[in-house]
Nanobody
Framework: QVQLVESGGGLVQAGGSLRLSCAAS????????MGWFRQAPEKEREFVVA????????YYADSVKGRFTVSRDNTKNTVSLQMNGLKPEDTAVYYC??????????????????WGQGTQVTVSS
């Protein structure tokens, strides 16, 4: 199993930047594909980005492509999400997720078996 803890959320003005981090417990972090999802108030949770076990394969949602950059450090058991050019519509709770079987990446939230508690990102206009 793996436990996930997100951090780095906060309040930022439109056009600003935030860096989210996801710290994972366990010794087999490299066995997991990872993803970030977000959920805005009164909306369904939506996919943001997914990456495979070593970050060599990455897939971004169109809404964040070119603004967000994901990376992972398997030596530190962390995944980071650098968010630049933030927009009010990026306001949401951001969740880190893990999926055992890291060769590919997964876009569907139901493919992930482990979730963090989420971190709030608020972008003011």
């Amino acid at each position: 199993q793996v436990q996930l803890v997100e951090s780095g959320g906060g309040l930022v003005q439109a056009g600003g930047s935030l860096r989210l981090s996801c710290a994972a417990s366990g010794r087999t972090f490299s066995s997991y594909a990872m993803g970030w999802f977000r959920q805005a108030p009164e909306k369904e949770r939506e996919f943001v980005v997914a990456l495979n076990w070593n970050g060599g394969r990455v897939y971004y949602a169109d809404s964040v492509k070119g603004r967000f950059t994901v990376s992972r450090d398997n030596t530190k058991n962390t995944v980071s999400l650098q968010m630049n050019g933030l927009k009010p519509e990026d306001t949401a709770v951001y969740y880190c997720a893990a999926r055992l079987g890291g060769s590919g990446y997964a876009l569907n939230e139901y493919e992930y078996g482990y979730w963090g508690q989420g971190t709030q990102v608020t972008v003011s206009s």
